[in-house]
Antibody
Framework: EVQLLESGGGLVQPGGSLRLSCAAS????????MSWVRQAPGKGLEWVST???????SYADSMKGRFTISRDNSKNTLYVQMNSLGAEDTAVYYC??????????WGQGTLVTISS | AIRMTQSPSSFSGSTGDRVTITCRAS??????LAWYQQKPGKAPKLLIY???TLQSGVPSRFSGSGSGTDFTLTISCLQSEDFATYYC?????????FGQGTKVEIK
């Protein structure tokens, strides 16, 4: 059974940084692209970033230069480093496993709150 | 970025209704379209990918069609567990983009 477990969320002051992690199990992690998707309170889904199995990365325009996605295949873990955080980054952040570009498995999400 | 526009934004229906949700892309995306279902407080669930391929375990009352710029998700016979919000997403090009969502509510 595929399991994705996010961690690292919490309350951060504006301008601060945070690193989220996603521990994966139940599949061959290194063979799959992985994505981060977020959802602000009461809003829709917003794609954040994707890292392919080969390590290529892509970002939403509003996260370019601030967010860095990475993966450690030896630890079956996905990361996203988030810098220069603002109130607009407040959201539940989900990690998801890619299958042919769609996200077929999702974690339960971790809440990031940006507030002073 | 490719803009994805869903309609309607909300739908009030009854058990047994047939529901059709449309998703329009601002440019052609071939069949690189997925549909997700999300219930309150839960993670999204993949229903359909490749515009029309049903994800394993998803009931056959769900179906998807379309290619290019116009797509539809159909629920043939609405069940109580189908009341949720539905999102389309294109993965033809980066940045990947979602539609704004369609909330299916109980009438």
């Amino acid at each position: 059974e595929v399991q994705l477990l996010e961690s690292g969320g919490g309350l951060v002051q504006p301008g601060g940084s945070l690193r989220l992690s996603c521990a994966a199990s139940g599949f061959t992690f290194s063979n799959h692209g992985m994505s981060w998707v977020r959802q602000a309170p009461g809003k829709g889904l917003e794609w954040v970033s994707t890292i392919t199995s080969g390590g290529s990365t892509s970002y939403a325009d509003s996260m370019k230069g601030r967010f860095t996605i990475s993966r450690d295949n030896s630890k079956n873990t996905l990361y996203v480093q988030m810098n220069s955080l603002g109130a607009e980054d407040t959201a539940v952040y989900y990690c998801a496993k890619d299958v042919q570009g769609a996200c077929d498995s999702w974690g339960q999400g971790t809440l990031v709150t940006i507030s002073s | 970025a490719i803009r994805m526009t869903q309609s309607p934004s909300s739908f009030s229906g009854s058990t047994g209704d047939r529901v059709t949700i449309t998703c329009r892309a601002s440019q052609g995306i071939s069949s690189y379209l997925a549909w997700y279902q999300q219930k309150p407080g839960k993670a999204p669930k993949l229903l359909i990918y490749g515009a029309s391929t049903l994800q394993s375990g998803v009931p056959s009352r769900f179906s998807g069609s379309g290619s290019g710029t116009d797509f539809t998700l159909t629920i043939s016979c609405l069940q109580s567990e189908d009341f949720a919000t539905y999102y389309c997403q294109q993965y033809y090009s980066y940045p990947r983009t979602f539609g704004q969502g369609t909330k299916v509510e109980i009438k």
